[in-house]
Structure formats: C-alpha cells, structure tokens
C-alpha cells in the first residue's frame, strides 16, 4: 500500500470516528430532550387536574352561596 493510500484511509477513519462521535452526542441530547419533555408533560398533567378540581370546587361554593342566599333574604 502506498502512503498515499495509508493516509487516505487514516484520515477516513478519523472521519468515521469523529462522525460516531457525533451521533453519541446527538442521541444523548435527543433522550436529555425526550427526558425534559416527558417531564413537561407531566407537568401539564397534574396542572390540569389540580385546575379541574379548582373549578369544581368553585362550582360547588357557588352552588352554596346561591342556596344561602335565599335563606338570608328571608331572614
């Protein structure tokens, strides 16, 4: 083999090298960003439960006040 051809091949494994280097670091960043989404996720989650139990407990004071009111005109 010629050294031109050792060179070549030197440099093209330098090449893959550095291109598998970049797709370790580009799928880590993928599951960091899956990771952080899910989180989001569920996050959303549990603020929409706590805001449906909010309304419901809004509606049901409010049915309390509209029943209490009646009772305090007639007083």
Known sequence: MSDTSK???T???DQVRILKQQINELEDAGKTKD???KRCLQKLENTNEDLERSKNTVKELEQKLKELKP???TK
């Open 7 to 9: 060179e070549i091949i």
């Open 11 to 13: 440099e093209y494994k």
């Open 35 to 37: 990771a952080a989404n």
């Open 71 to 73: 009772k305090e005109i």
